[in-house]
């Protein structure tokens, strides 16, 4: 499995911001599409952001107006930008890339807290 390397997480306070990166293989990263996911403690993975083909942008409910999903070409990493978070955020945070006729790609995580 190709590796996705995660960074950027860590500990915030409620109200605060963090930004997720996620560096992938040129060989896969500019054909696919890219997700992020998250999975809080006891709950299912969860859906968070993606940028579909025609670079369209898609939001869960929850986090749409706080976070910012963006992708880098040049440098084959895609970002989460976390503004004005929530303890309700806090989970583990997952990458993802799709790119046709391929099986998915998936970070090895990384957490995210955020307390009150």
């Known amino acids: 499995q190709v590796p996705l390397v995660e960074s950027g997480g860590g500990l915030a306070q409620a109200g605060g911001s963090l930004r997720l990166s996620c560096a992938a293989p040129?060989?896969?990263?500019?054909?696919?599409?890219v997700h992020w996911y998250r999975e809080a403690p006891r709950k299912q993975r969860e859906w968070v952001a993606s940028?579909?083909?025609?670079?369209?942008?898609e939001y869960l409910g929850t986090v749409k107006g706080r976070f910012t999903i963006s992708r880098d070409n040049s440098k084959n990493t895609m970002y989460l930008q976390m503004n004005n978070l929530k303890p309700e955020d806090t989970a583990v945070y997952y990458c993802?890339?799709?790119?046709?006729?391929?099986?998915?790609?998936w970070g090895q995580g990384i957490q995210v807290t955020v307390s009150a």
């Open positions: 993802n890339l799709l790119k046709p006729w391929e099986s998915p790609y």
């Open positions: 940028i579909n083909r025609g670079d369209s942008i």
């Open positions: 040129g060989s896969i990263f500019s054909d696919s599409t």
